[in-house]
Structures are given as structure tokens and as C-alpha cells.
């Protein structure tokens, strides 16, 4: 039977471990879904850090766009995360000169590769980030993709059968 679950909260607040934890405590074989792009070699050993903590249970998967080409129906999928999902298509429309679609036209697109994505029938535990917690951004491209991210954390809540916001590693039930 499908289900979504999102976590969410700031930085270092405890939501992947919290994900990871949930999404073995519902299977013993469950699918990580790393959505990150590899910017430095910090992050490379950070993901790597995070490949080790996992362990051989877990299959991983890395795709930083498009989510839905991957069949995980039965499975239990872990998918961290969203911010770093929507960075993918933001930073995408600014590479180039030419006319590229607006934040909005980008947000509709991931709203619907996510709804793609979900409509398999599998438990879906997604991670995101609250990046607008922390105050308005003085730099033009921040509050616009703050926004998105924002708009896209409120779309991925609206779906969801039960969110949980971390604070300081402990978890609060918000819906479900």
C-alpha cells in the first residue's frame, strides 16, 4: 500500500538518521535515494561517510533529477532530499543564457516528476530541509529558490500521509 512520510527541519537536526532508522524499522532490504550532485570533494566524503553508516542492507540508488525512472514499487525508499532534488532543477535553468523557464515553471515540473515518482505503489520517506526558517535572504537567488523549496516542501506535506519535523534529534509529529 503506497505511503509518503516527510521529514523535515534544519540542518543537523537528526532527519536522515531519523529516515534511515524508520525506513529499516518497516524492511529489512530497504532503497536509499541520494539526490545530490557532487559539487567538492568534502561532499564526496560526506556521502561517502553516509554510504558507510547505511551498510550492505540498503540498496542505493543515485539519480539527481529524474526520480520516477526508478521502479521501487514493494519497497521501502528512503529519498534524501528534497532541498538538494529542487537545487538540481534550480541550478539547471540558471546554467544557461538562453530563456529558461521561471521558478514556478520549474517548481511544476518537479511536482510532476514527484507525483510520477509516487504513484508506484511503495512506502516513500522523504527528507527535506526548512531553509526559510532562518530569515529573508539579502541575495536575489537565495529567496527565489528559498521560495521554491518552500512551495515545494508545502506540495510534498499536502501528499503525505504523515510529516515529522526534527528538532535537536528529537522527533514531532506534525500530520498522520
Avoid at 523557464?101 to 518537479?110: C, F, G, Q, R, S
Wanted: hydrophobic fraction near 35%.
Amino acid at each position: 500500500m503506497k505511503r509518503i512520510i516527510l521529514i523535515t527541519g534544519g540542518q543537523r537536526s537528526g532527519k536522515s538518521q531519523y529516515a534511515e532508522n524508520l525506513a529499516l524499522s518497516l524492511s529489512t532490504h530497504p532503497v536509499y535515494v541520494a539526490t545530490a550532485h557532487i559539487w567538492d570533494e568534502e561532499f564526496r566524503q560526506r556521502v561517502l561517510r553516509h554510504q558507510e553508516r547505511r551498510g550492505p542492507q540498503w540498496t542505493n540508488i543515485e539519480e539527481e533529477k529524474l526520480l520516477s525512472r526508478h521502479d521501487i514499487t514493494g519497497r521501502v525508499a528512503v529519498i534524501d532530499c528534497v532541498t538538494l532534488w529542487c537545487t538540481n532543477f534550480f541550478f539547471d535553468r540558471m546554467k544557461s543564457d538562453e530563456e529558461q523557464p521561471t521558478v514556478e515553471e520549474a517548481l511544476k515540473n518537479i511536482e510532476e516528476e514527484f507525483d510520477k515518482f509516487t504513484a508506484q505503489d511503495a512506502t516513500f520517506i522523504f527528507v527535506t530541509n526548512e531553509i526559510g526558517s532562518g530569515g529573508v535572504s539579502t541575495d536575489t537567488v537565495q529567496r527565489r529558490f528559498t521560495d521554491m523549496e518552500g512551495w515545494m516542501n508545502q506540495y510534498v506535506a499536502s501528499k503525505a500521509d504523515e510529516v515529522v519535523l526534527m528538532v535537536s534529534g528529537i522527533p514531532v509529529k506534525i500530520k498522520g
